[in-house]
T-cell receptor
């Protein structure tokens, strides 16, 4: 069965600094998607960034970028120039193209220190 | 239409009672998903619909759980004979098409507390 692991339950970063959140996953599939979702306190989950496994180029969205290492089954999220609004739970997630549903990791709680 | 709407936002019920939650997806989104999220965990997939058809149910969804999407628009999730272990946040999400290359939009969830 596919699993998603996030080994950092909590992380903190100084405002304007850079932080990297780790994620590993397990699958025997070769074609799949990986996601990072953000869940602010008492607010709905939103998609931060998405990576397609067949694409070698790492995805970027403004201050958010990923380091996708397919062989190592690693998918980390880098947040540059951290802002107070980045404080949230961050979930790494995996999806199979044939199933169209998403499996989430346990999450990392990110605090941003002013 | 500003997003996925879930009602109620909070529900407290006594053990053994039945509860029903509603999800209104973004208009014309034909995919609708239900997830359950317990404290300190990521969301767990429960079930999803393509229009009015329920395509998959997780083994987490016991016989006490039932979901419907009668006209392919809003959906309801009913829990019968609630147990304390049912206490969780129930999340609904919708997406415009099939495939993971489209974004799923989440609602704010319904927090269920069984006492």
């Amino acid at each position: 069965a596919q699993t998603v692991t996030q080994s950092q339950p909590e992380m903190s970063v100084q405002e304007a600094e850079t932080v990297t959140l780790s994620c590993t996953y397990d699958t025997s599939e070769s074609d799949y998607y990986l996601f990072w979702y953000k869940q602010p306190p008492s607010r709905q989950m939103i998609l931060v960034i998405r990576q397609e496994a067949y694409k070698q180029q790492n995805a970027t969205e403004n201050r958010f970028s990923v380091n996708f290492q397919k062989a190592a089954k690693s998918f980390s999220l880098k947040i540059s120039d951290s802002q107070l609004g980045d404080a949230a739970m961050y979930f790494c997630a995996y999806g199979e193209t044939s199933y169209d549903k998403v499996i989430f990791g346990p999450g990392t709680s990110l605090s941003v220190i002013p | 239409d500003t997003g996925v709407s879930q009602n109620p936002r909070h529900k407290i019920t006594k053990r053994g009672q039945n509860v029903t939650f509603r999800c209104d997806p973004i208009s014309e989104h034909n995919r609708l998903y239900w997830y359950r999220q317990t404290l300190g965990q990521g969301p767990e997939f429960l079930t999803y619909f393509q229009n009015e058809a329920q395509l998959e149910k997780s083994r987490l969804l016991s016989d006490r759980f039932s979901a419907e999407r009668p006209k392919g628009s809003f959906s309801t999730l009913e829990i019968q004979r609630t147990e304390q272990g049912d206490s969780a946040m129930y999340l609904c999400a919708s997406s415009p098409t099939t495939g993971l290359n489209t974004e799923a939009f989440f609602g704010q969830g319904t927090r269920l507390t069984v006492v």
